[in-house]
């Protein structure tokens, strides 16, 4: 922080381009003045000098004392969550669009041709491979909730505190770099020259292999992009992709948006020992057999994400295994894509036996392209959003053999230019540092790991005395930063019976438009209360989950501060009573 403070005193013009960013906003406290010049209109900008629990945000001040303080505003970090978007179409409206494909009555007249309310709203080829999943969604239903209730927040995936310092003080460094490299203009489309460089070195470590920075990596605007890129250049029209159920969501519509057909393969639930009729944790297992089942010589891709989202299952050593010979199974054409987003957040690591030799430098991670035979059917997509607890910085990558990789730089061009430059020279400076000792461990990805560890525990507590059943991270391995609670029978009986009613399960957001016991709990407890979570049907196809597949569990984030965590543990004390969460207190629902 300090640091920061002396960039901006030394270099005041970078102020107006940092008080925009969304790293350095969202709860602030004000007080002392920076050292800076006064401005045209004779007023003084002051910043910040108090922060609250690691996430800072600049204040401008206005020095004639007339106006109150004011903060300045920031861009929405979690866009997916800002509520229905004005051009989602109503319910009823979405199928209309898609199939109203001749425009206008033939009979109408010239002038009703020529309104704006009798335009042709024929749909483009990838709405039309979308259908109605275009319509409202999870994510803008209890984006809504949490904007119109007051609750500690557990369903956005994105931490709630400012990245490390080197990371931050790598980004001041590169905005303000005025060298002949100064990195304000575009750059290589495929890469960053820096950032390829940095990225080949350390997945040469990963993997045992040498990487060729210009020819086997690819840099993104984020995974999400990778992800987008790789199916763009792998699938055609009437290829398959393999996707382990619960899935991320945006895996299906990727899929679609390529002309490709999912195919699911349900990973198992089972339960530690419930031969007492208790309602425990357990592990989710991939059945061999379930795999082999769903290979096919259609099958151009298997997309495999460990840790995984949203179980926080970390597949071992004997499954990548098993995934590995449906590959060659399925013919020269299959393909892994391997979503690594959370590498370096394996918080309960597999036994030592079910680790490859190469995982060290993520420990507890196995790569799948280090398997023998893999890395030339292998992409790899990772990102820095996660690990650096930057997911505004949006920078991803591909790494994997020329013959991939190769495509995704030809249509890289036709995306976009670059991704951001000067974010790109930013990781590049700070990935060297995070291998560096950090606040007491011997790299910043140790201190990482440690500290999801506490909030995994502080936030499994809350979750066990609420009543919920979770997975016991001493025997079971897990990664990521979701908890995926299984709801117990006496949970079922706090929930209102009115909520499984008409009223509340017809929801057009929910999958095939029914709300069930996922959802409707987690809706009543956003509504009443005082804690969001994010219900599990979105995560299995919608056949399973109007089967039921999804109505034992939720999805719970724990990166957030200790503050929300722990305001969430008092809500949801109260999920079994009467009680509500107000302010940082339960007090009785009907109390005044």
């Not at 045209?40 to 996430?55: E, R, Y």
């Not at 575009?186 to 820096?194: C, D, F, K, L």
């Not at 499954?319 to 010979?325: G, L, N, P, S, Y």
């Amino acid at each position: 922080y300090r640091t920061m403070i002396s960039l901006l005193n030394n270099h005041p013009l970078v102020l107006g381009l940092l008080v925009q960013s969304p790293l350095l906003c969202n709860g602030f406290i004000s007080s002392k003045p920076l050292n800076l010049p006064p401005t045209q209109g004779g007023n003084t900008l002051f910043a910040s000098s108090i922060q609250k629990d690691s996430v800072t945000t600049l204040l401008a001040l206005d020095n004639d004392g007339g106006d109150d303080d004011e903060c300045v505003q920031t861009v929405d970090r979690a866009p997916c969550f800002d509520g229905i978007c004005e051009s989602t179409p109503v319910d009823g409206d979405v199928a209309a669009i898609l199939t109203d494909t001749n425009g206008s009555d033939q009979d109408n007249t010239e002038d009703e041709k020529s309104s704006p309310s009798s335009e042709n709203h024929a749909a483009g080829e990838a709405m039309l491979r979308l259908g109605t999943m275009t319509g409202p969604t999870v994510w803008s239903e209890f984006g809504r909730l949490s904007q119109e209730y007051d609750v500690a927040n557990l369903g956005q995936g994105f931490p709630d505190w400012l990245p490390p310092d080197f990371a931050v003080e790598a980004l001041v460094s590169a905005t303000i770099d005025s060298t002949k490299q100064s990195p304000h203009q575009y750059t290589r489309t495929a890469g960053h020259p820096n950032l390829v460089k940095q990225l080949a070195r350390r997945y040469s470590k990963h993997m045992e292999r040498t990487i060729d920075p210009m020819n086997e990596v690819a840099v993104t605007v984020g995974a999400s992009q990778a992800l987008y890129l790789c199916l763009q250049t792998l699938v055609k029209p009437g290829d398959e992709v393999i996707l382990f159920e619960p899935f991320f969501d945006l895996y299906q519509n990727q899929i679609k948006l390529a002309g490709g057909t999912p195919v699911y393969v349900p990973l198992t639930f089972v339960p530690y020992n419930e031969d007492n009729g208790e309602v425990t944790g357990g592990e989710w297992i991939l059945e061999p057999e379930k795999l082999e089942q769903a290979i096919s010589s259609k099958t151009r891709a298997i997309i495999l994400n460990s840790p995984h989202n949203p179980t926080g299952k970390v597949f071992n050593l004997s499954e990548m295994k098993h995934i590995a010979e449906s590959v060659k199974t399925a013919g020269p054409q299959c393909v892994v894509i391997s979503d690594e987003v959370y590498k370096y957040i394996v918080h309960s690591s597999p036994p030592q036996e079910e680790l490859l030799g190469v995982g060290n430098s993520c420990p507890g991670h196995i790569h799948f392209a280090s398997l023998p035979g893999m890395w030339d059917r292998t992409i790899t997509v990772s990102s820095a959003g996660k690990t650096f607890s930057a997911t505004g910085w949006q920078v991803g990558w591909c790494i994997g053999p020329s013959h991939l990789v190769s495509p995704i730089h030809q249509l890289l061009p036709y995306v976009q230019f670059c991704a951001s430059t000067v974010i790109q020279e930013a990781l590049a400076r700070t990935l060297p540092k995070a291998d560096e000792p950090y606040e007491g461990y011997d790299s910043y990805y140790e201190y990482l790991n440690s500290k999801y560890r506490r909030k995994r525990d502080l936030l499994g507590k809350g979750l066990k005395e609420a009543g919920f059943a979770i997975p016991d991270y001493d025997r079971t391995p897990g990664g990521g930063f979701f908890i995926f609670a299984r709801i117990t029978p006496e949970l079922r009986r706090a929930l209102p019976a009115e909520r499984m009613g008409p009223e509340y399960t017809k929801n057009p957001a929910a999958p095939g438009g029914e709300a069930r016991l996922d959802w409707a709990l987690c809706q009543w407890m956003a509504e009443e209360k005082g804690v969001l979570c994010i219900p599990s049907s979105p995560f299995f196809s919608r056949e399973k989950a109007m089967e039921g597949a999804s109505d034992e569990f939720i999805r719970v984030a724990f990166c957030k501060t200790d503050e929300t965590i722990e305001s969430a543990a008092k809500a949801l004390m109260g999920v079994r009573s009467d009680k509500v969460l107000i302010g940082s207190s339960l007090v009785e629902a009907n109390a005044e």
